[in-house]
């Protein structure tokens, strides 16, 4: 069970847009819907942002979206604000009937 | 308001064992898959097991398979993890989750720490 393969880090400045990828393979993100997206702040509970590919939860703002092309899924976050700086992670329903995650990313609002 | 409390957690040697219970409130928890998720100091996040409604199957992250053991009391609204033979590489924050269908988990609890440890 490997982890999905995200980007260590990315950074922007408040307003502009950021996308953060998470690459798998036909046996999970290619695979299924069923990739979501938490962010997660220093000493708290993860939170989910995206579920099923692109859908958000109540209360999730629309600055946050997601999609995805074969194996690689993605989460972009539109007019960066100070509080979105966080750890996100990936994670996609497998072949195998388990679960795995990506390895995280560090967004920072430069 | 849904709550999912965790206690359990502590610190033990290698070797040995330890219970995770996890306490739901605000929501029909018989409904509901629930998960246990794992966060080592420092590290990310890994899914370690699932348990369906009824409580009738379950699934385990190969790390774990052969060692820990989750179930559900839907009378009591309680999920547990029972972990043997634990090893120093099971030292994280667990957390349980209550997962929105198959995707997602939309609530979590505070999570508790467990410390493999001689």
């Known amino acids: 069970q490997s982890a999905l393969t995200q980007p260590a880090s990315v950074s922007g400045s408040p307003g502009q847009s950021i996308t953060i990828s998470c690459t798998g393979t036909?046996?999970?993100?290619?695979?299924?819907?069923?990739v979501c997206w938490y962010q997660q702040h220093p000493g708290k509970a993860p939170k989910l942002m995206i579920y099923?590919?692109?859908n958000r939860p109540s209360g999730v703002s629309n600055r946050f979206s997601g999609s995805k092309s074969g194996n690689t899924a993605s989460l972009t976050i539109s007019g960066l604000q100070t509080e979105d700086e966080a750890d996100y992670y990936c994670s996609s329903y497998t072949s195998r009937a388990t679960w795995v995650f990506g390895g995280g990313t560090k967004l920072t609002v430069l | 308001e849904v709550q999912l409390v965790e206690s359990g957690g502590g610190l033990v040697q290698p070797g040995g064992s330890l219970r995770l219970s996890c306490a739901a409130s605000?929501?029909?928890?018989?409904?509901?898959?629930m998960h246990w998720v794992r966060q080592a100091p420092g590290k990310g996040l890994v899914w370690v097991s699932r348990i369906i409604n009824d409580g009738s199957g379950a699934d385990y992250a190969d790390s774990v398979k052969g060692r820990f053991t989750i179930s559900r009391d839907n009378g009591k609204n309680t999920l547990y993890l029972q972990m043997n033979s634990l090893r120093d590489d099971d030292t994280a924050v667990y957390y349980c989750?209550?997962?929105?269908?198959?995707?997602?988990?939309?609530?979590w609890g505070q999570g508790t720490l467990v410390t493999v440890s001689s």
């Open positions: 099923d590919v692109s």
């Open positions: 989750a209550r997962y929105l269908g198959v995707s997602g988990a939309d609530f």
């Open positions: 605000g929501f029909t928890f018989s409904s509901h898959w």
């Open positions: 036909s046996s999970d993100v290619g695979g299924y819907k069923y």
